[in-house]
């Protein structure tokens, strides 16, 4: 098992900038690809941003060229840098964990919600116009 914890959620002002975090804990030993989604009251929870293990990264075209995904130096933990917020962004923002294909099998990192295997509990984004 994997637990999962985001933080870094917040209200900003449109083309405001935040940057969230996930920490993973428990079994991590294993190669696991990340993802982060998000989730508002009118639309179903979205991908936006997947990292695979060799560094390989996927967007949504709705966060394309404004968010970025990042791995630190620390096995564990993925960032999602996102800048130039608008409203549209504002949601429930979940981490999640996947078990990444086997190597040698050419896959782009997944935005589909049901590959992901481990859940975090959210972080809620606002952002005002």
């Known amino acids: 098992q994997v637990q999962l914890v985001a933080s870094g959620g917040g209200s900003v002002q449109s083309g405001g900038s935040l940057r969230l975090s996930c920490v993973a804990s428990?079994?991590?030993?294993?190669?696991?690809?990340m993802g982060w989604f998000r989730q508002s009251p009118v639309k179903e929870r979205e991908g936006v941003a997947a990292?695979?293990?060799?560094?390989?990264?996927a967007y949504s075209d709705s966060v394309k060229g404004r968010f970025t995904i990042s791995q630190a130096n620390v096995k564990n933990t993925v960032y999602l840098q996102m800048d130039s917020l608008k409203p549209d962004d504002t949601a429930m923002y979940y981490c999640?964990?996947?078990?990444?294909?086997?190597?040698?099998?050419?896959?782009?990192?997944?935005?589909?919600?049901?590959?992901?295997?481990?859940w975090g509990q959210g972080t809620l984004v606002n952002v005002s116009s």
């Open positions: 999640a964990a996947r078990f990444c294909p086997p190597r040698g099998i050419a896959l782009p990192p997944s935005l589909a919600r049901y590959t992901y295997n481990f």
């Open positions: 428990g079994n991590t030993d294993g190669r696991y690809c």
């Open positions: 990292i695979d293990d060799d560094g390989s990264t």
